[in-house]
């Protein structure tokens, strides 16, 4: 016997608010582990220049520094003197050339007023251009 004959029956609806919340979790969690990096990134076309090679007769002056703060110019040693004995050695290596690239070889351990006190000398002898060297780490 059916005793419900006069009532309708409803329909069966499907929620979408919580499938409306997952894709809105996914989409929030996708926009926060994408990496933009290569969006961000400048396209930059370098222009060229023909030329000739021109031979360089600009001989660098290497400058080593130790670990203890003694200087070295062109592998001799110098007396301790500060920075105008430095000056002074720079511009007797440098002779005839006018700014001549400066090379400073300092040991890891040196401390950075050594280093300083190399570009101060430098400077104070008129040198601008200056350059360091290092070595790749062992991998």
């Given at each position: 016997m059916?005793?419900q004959r006069g009532?309708?029956?409803?329909?069966?609806e499907?929620?979408?608010?919580?499938?409306?919340?997952v894709?809105l979790?996914i989409?929030?969690?996708?926009?926060?582990?994408t990496?933009?990096?290569?969006f961000s990134e400048?396209?930059?076309?370098l222009?060229?220049?023909?030329?000739e090679?021109?031979?360089?007769?600009?001989?660098?002056?290497?400058?080593?520094?130790?670990?203890?703060?003694h200087?070295?110019?062109n592998?001799q040693?110098?007396?301790?003197?500060?920075?105008?004995?430095?000056?002074?050695?720079l511009k007797t290596?440098?002779?005839?050339?006018?700014?001549p690239t400066?090379?400073?070889n300092a040991d890891?351990?040196?401390?950075?007023?050594?280093?300083?006190?190399?570009m101060?000398a430098a400077?104070?002898?008129?040198f601008?251009?200056i350059?360091?060297t290092t070595q790749?780490q062992?991998?």
């Amino acid at each position: 016997m059916n005793f419900q004959r006069g009532r309708n029956r409803e329909e069966p609806e499907i929620n979408l608010i919580p499938m409306i919340d997952v894709l809105l979790v996914i989409l929030i969690f996708m926009m926060v582990t994408t990496s933009y990096a290569k969006f961000s990134e400048l396209q930059i076309n370098l222009p060229e220049a023909g030329g000739e090679a021109v031979a360089s007769t600009v001989k660098p002056i290497n400058v080593s520094v130790d670990a203890t703060q003694h200087y070295a110019i062109n592998e001799q040693t110098l007396p301790a003197g500060g920075v105008t004995a430095l000056a002074a050695a720079l511009k007797t290596a440098a002779g005839a050339q006018t700014d001549p690239t400066i090379v400073i070889n300092a040991d890891a351990k040196a401390t950075h007023q050594s280093v300083i006190d190399v570009m101060e000398a430098a400077r104070v002898a008129g040198f601008s251009r200056i350059t360091f060297t290092t070595q790749n780490q062992a991998q």
